[in-house]
């Protein structure tokens, strides 16, 4: 067995025993961490730090807080650290799925901002997607969506120009897309189907959830329909996965 000095024998390494170093850490971490041994603020020692407690590479204790992140135990948050993850949101899809709605539901404070809108031409899966031919105007919405916050969701849309003429505009006055859909005659809208996957974050995912690249994000496809079936939008929207579970609801 190896630890350093300020190891207790409840934190000491094995090596050689069969079970890969970084698991061992990840192991102990956890232990500590139901046992509340990161205090009120939850935060973990830099990877130095642990480093130096263990007498390992840096690499190894990333490959075990990737570990934690990935069973939901910690959130990695890129310029600030590792904290103990409070516990994941119940995130519903069904058929009427609003933001605002499953983080109120959960006594949760949501949070919404749209960091960009362009009208572009769209491109064949989009058009596809809402019933359009390729090239038609769509609004390209960037959208980030916070609880607590935190930040929980990147998303990405697209919407029918046509129907929906200076659709930011109107989003930002009214505050919020779901309020200036309204505005043109859209009171309700339904999510005709989803698709759920997982996926390493690209750059600006990642810099926008505040997260590491290599921690796997959730993301889901979707199309939504007015209430005559009509689509209005079409979009992806990346969730933090030590954040948030998905919870799909089979409406009756």
């Known amino acids: 067995m190896t630890s350093n000095d300020s190891a207790t024998p409840a934190t000491m390494l094995e090596r050689g025993a069969g079970v890969a170093v970084w698991r ?3 192991q102990i971490l956890a232990a500590e961490i139901a046992a509340s041994g990161f205090g009120e603020e939850g935060r973990l020692p830099s990877e130095g730090e642990l480093a130096r407690r263990f007498d390992v590479n840096r690499h190894t204790v990333r490959r075990a807080m990737l570990g934690l992140a990935a069973l939901g135990l910690v959130s990695v948050e890129q310029g600030r650290g590792t904290f103990v993850q409070p516990g994941a949101i119940d995130y519903t ?4 799925t609003r933001f605002t709605e499953n983080l109120r539901q959960q006594h949760h404070a949501p949070a919404g901002t749209m960091l960009a809108a362009t009208r572009v031409k769209a491109e064949a899966g989009v058009a596809k997607a809402l019933g359009l031919r390729a090239g038609a105007a769509v609004y390209r919405i960037e959208s980030l969506n916070e609880s607590d916050g935190v930040p929980l969701t990147f998303a990405r849309s697209w919407y029918p120009a046509t129907r929906f003429a200076d659709l930011p505009e109107v989003a930002q006055r009214v505050g919020g897309v779901t309020k200036a859909l309204a505005e043109f005659g859209v009171s309700d809208y339904l999510r005709k189907w989803s698709r759920i996957g ?8 990642a810099r926008r959830l505040n997260i590491n690249r290599q921690q796997p994000v959730l993301w889901v496809e979707n199309v939504d329909v007015d209430l005559q079936g009509t689509p209005i939008k079409y979009g992806f929207t ?3 996965a030590d954040r948030v579970q998905l919870y ?5």
Not at 93 to 96: L, V
Not at 198 to 205: G, I, K, Q, Y
Not at 248 to 252: A, G, I, P, Q, S
């Open 93 to 96: 899809i069904g058929r009427r």
């Open 248 to 252: 799909v609801e089979h409406d009756l």
């Open 24 to 26: 061992q850490i990840e």
């Open 198 to 205: 997982s996926v390493l974050p690209e750059p600006e995912v």
């Open 238 to 240: 990346h969730f933090a």
